[in-house]
Nanobody
Framework: QVQLVESGGGLVQPGGSLGLSCAAS????????MGWYRQAPGKQRELVAA???????NYADSVKGRFTISRDNAKATVYLQMNSLKPEDTAVYYC?????????????WGQGTQVTVSS
């Protein structure tokens, strides 16, 4: 069974920084695109950032210039460095990955980690 586990969430002041990590485990053959999504109360889950197996990245306009996504394929881990945080960044952040297991491609989600930006 594939499992994605996020870590690094917490409370931070506006303008502060926070780093998130997501480690994938299980019978993984290969990992394709990985990304971070977030969902605030009463709002839909939205894409924050994504990174391909080749290292190409894509960011939501709201986080461009502030967030950086990266990955370590050897460790099956994706990271999200968040700088200049704003109150509107407050949400549960979810790790997402498209990967292959037993000759089958699938989309997997982490359990989520809370990020709260508040004074």
């Amino acid at each position: 069974q594939v499992q994605l586990v996020e870590s690094g969430g917490g409370l931070v002041q506006p303008g502060g920084s926070l780093g998130l990590s997501c480690a994938a485990s299980g019978s993984i053959i290969s990992i394709e695109t990985m990304g971070w999504y977030r969902q605030a109360p009463g709002k839909q889950r939205e894409l924050v950032a994504a990174i391909s197996s080749g290292g190409s990245t894509n960011y939501a306009d709201s986080v461009k210039g502030r967030f950086t996504i990266s990955r370590d394929n050897a460790k099956a881990t994706v990271y999200l460095q968040m700088n200049s945080l704003k109150p509107e960044d407050t949400a549960v952040y979810y790790c997402n990955g498209r990967l292959w297991t037993r000759n089958r491609a699938g989309i997997y989600w982490g359990q989520g980690t809370q990020v709260t930006v508040s004074s």
